[in-house]
C-alpha cells in the first residue's frame, strides 16, 4: 500500500473564502489524483497533478476553481477558491502504491463545510 | 462519454451467505479495474483489483472476474461477514490511466448476523 495523508481532515469555511489542502505521500510518485465526494455519493476526479507541469483537469472543473501545485514528487495542493455552500464534499486525494505501482490507494479525505 | 455502471445499489444478505456485485463499463481502452471499500467516515480501501489480461482474481473470501468482451466485472464475497458491511464502489481506468478513474455509483452492502 501507500502511506498517504491530508491536511486538514476537516474543516468549515465561509463562502467566498479559499481553502488549501495538502497531501503527502511516503513515496516518490510521477502521478498525484484530486477526486471530490459529494455527501452520500461516488467519486469523481478533479485533475492529475504532474510534477513539473501544468495540471490536467476533468471535464467541469477549472484551474481558477481549483488550482493545484505539484512542487515535487511526494507533495501536492488542491486550493477550492471562492467557495460556495455547493463544495460541501471530501476531497481526496490518490496515488500509487509503494510496492505495487500498479495499485491506486486514496488518502483519508478532506471534509470541507461551507457555510 | 465514458461511464461505470454498478448494481444493485443496495444489497442485504444473510452472514455466511455469498454476494455478488455487478459492474459494466463503456472505455474499450479500460485495463485496470480496482474495487474499494468504504466505511462510514473512512477514505476508500482498495480490496481487490483486476487488470484486462487477466479473467479472475482470488484473495481468500474476495473475488474479482471481468468479461473484457462484455465490458462486465463483477465482485464476489463468500462467507459474508457482519464486517463486510460497507458500500463497495468498483471503477475502470480510462484508458490506461490507473489513477485516472470512472467510479460505479456504489453498492450498500449490509451483513445481517
Known amino acids: 500500500s501507500a502511506v498517504i495523508s491530508q491536511k486538514p481532515s476537516r474543516d468549515i469555511c465561509q463562502r467566498g473564502t479559499s481553502l488549501t489542502i495538502q497531501c503527502q505521500v511516503d513515496?516518490?510518485?510521477?502521478?498525484m489524483f484530486w477526486y471530490r465526494q459529494q455527501p452520500g455519493q461516488s467519486l469523481t476526479l478533479i485533475a492529475t497533478a504532474n510534477q513539473g507541469s501544468e495540471a490536467t483537469y476533468e471535464s467541469g472543473f477549472v484551474i481558477d476553481k481549483f488550482p493545484i501545485s505539484r512542487p515535487n514528487l511526494t507533495f501536492s495542493t488542491l486550493t477550492v477558491s471562492n467557495m460556495s455552500p455547493e463544495d460541501s464534499s471530501i476531497y481526496l486525494c490518490?496515488?500509487?502504491?509503494?510496492?505495487?505501482?500498479?495499485?491506486?490507494?486514496f488518502g483519508p479525505g478532506t471534509r470541507l463545510t461551507v457555510l | 462519454g465514458e461511464n461505470v455502471e454498478q448494481h444493485p445499489s443496495t444489497l442485504s444478505v444473510q452472514e455466511g451467505d455469498s454476494a455478488v456485485i455487478k459492474c459494466t463499463y463503456s472505455d474499450s481502452a479500460s485495463n485496470y479495474f480496482p474495487w474499494y471499500k468504504q466505511e462510514l467516515g473512512k477514505r476508500p480501501q482498495l480490496i481487490i483489483d483486476i487488470r484486462s489480461n487477466v479473467g479472475e482474481k482470488k484473495d481468500q473470501r474476495i473475488a474479482v472476474t471481468l468479461n473484457k468482451t462484455a465490458k462486465h466485472f463483477s465482485l464476489h464475497i463468500t462467507e459474508t461477514q457482519p464486517e463486510d458491511s460497507a458500500v463497495y464502489f468498483c471503477a475502470a481506468s480510462r484508458g490506461g490511466s490507473q489513477g485516472n478513474l470512472i467510479f460505479g455509483k456504489g453498492t450498500k452492502l449490509s451483513v445481517k448476523p
Open positions: 490518490s496515488a500509487p502504491g509503494s510496492i505495487r505501482a500498479d495499485t491506486q490507494y
Open positions: 513515496s516518490q510518485v510521477t502521478m
